[in-house]
């Protein structure tokens, strides 16, 4: 049978409170519903299949590379989960505005 107690107190808090102790639980969530949507811009831009689709491509590629080096190195440099999830957040959020601009 399932441990469904399988949070400590200070997670049910989190999650139910809204609060970032831990790991922010509802920062993670909106990075996804944003990616998403960064989602369909590229593949909006990349289904024209032009030149600009070639280029975005390279650029996600070399985007997400930087991204995970980053990230990696502020864990190292002792940075909590919370701010690496903004980081990225962050980096969606200009992705987001650069292609939503075109």
Known sequence: MPDHHCFSA?????VLGGSDNGFPWYAGAMLAV?????????????SHGDEAAGQEAVLMVSEKIAAAFEAFASLLAGATPASVVQRYREHVAANAKRLSAN
């Open 34 to 46: 944003e990616a998403s949507e960064v989602v369909r811009l590229r593949c909006e831009r990349l």
């Open 10 to 14: 200070l997670d049910r808090h989190a």
